[in-house]
């Protein structure tokens, strides 16, 4: 089955610093999603991509579909306290069916020191 | 703001006893999903239905787990009988359009 590569596993930053983390699959995707999850809650939705290349935005967070299909990075500038979590790419097939399953990464740690 | 609802939050029992989680999706999404996820590791897919019917269960060890959604809305999860290595967060997800939603989740602890 499909394999998700994410990097880092785990960052511990200042806050105020930017951060980028990225995920790399071995076979294409046609949807990357990005999620947070806080301890002992179920992962957020943060952001959503749908075509190659896209390039979009929710506040502070910025990710892009890469051209290949086959990775997805996730940026957060301006990072503050409440950022820290586990944040996991997640690719998904397509639509319909049991394309629609997400496949997860391991997940990156993001602590941000006041 | 519609959520997905999981119960319980916590369970905590003893190898070879029977336990069962519940899941109500968000109002409307016909796509409802089980993923179990071990600490440390990301989600991994135990089952998903469509409407009533189970779409994929590959992953499911069928052995100890079942898992139904009898009127296509809400949903049982099983194990039966538990395992010291089934300890894990068991979350549900809904959907309509691809997107997943997810549920806090279920901390079970085998002991």
């Known amino acids: 089955g499909q394999q998700l590569n994410q990097s880092p596993q785990s960052m511990f930053i200042q806050e105020g610093e930017d951060v980028s983390m990225n995920c790399t699959s071995s076979?294409?995707?046609?949807?990357w999603l990005w999620y947070k999850q806080e301890p002992g809650e179920g992962p957020v939705l943060l952001i959503a991509?749908?075509?190659?290349?896209e390039l979009t935005s929710n506040g502070r967070l910025t990710a892009q579909f890469g051209i290949t299909r086959k990775d997805s990075f996730l940026n957060i500038s301006a990072s503050i306290p409440s950022d820290v979590g586990i944040y996991f790419c997640a690719g998904q097939l397509g639509s319909g069916g049991s394309n629609y399953k997400l496949t997860f990464g391991k997940g990156t740690l993001l602590t941000v020191n006041p | 703001e519609a959520e997905v609802a999981q119960s319980p939050r916590y369970k905590i029992t003893e190898k070879s006893q029977a336990v069962a989680f519940w899941c109500d999706p968000i109002s409307g999404h016909a796509t409802l999903y089980w993923y179990r996820q071990i600490l440390g590791q990301g989600p991994e897919l135990l089952v998903q239905?469509?409407?009533?019917?189970?779409?994929?269960d590959s992953q499911l060890p069928k052995d100890r787990f079942s898992a139904e959604r009898l009127k296509g809305v809400d949903s049982t999860l099983k194990i039966q009988p538990a395992e010291l290595g089934d300890s894990a967060m068991y979350l549900c997800?809904?959907?309509?359009?691809?997107?997943?939603?997810f549920g806090e989740g279920s901390r079970l602890t085998v002991l």
């Open positions: 991509l749908y075509k190659a290349g």
């Open positions: 997800a809904s959907s309509a359009t691809g997107e997943l939603f």
């Open positions: 239905f469509q409407d009533e019917s189970v779409v994929d």
């Open positions: 076979s294409i995707f046609n949807t």
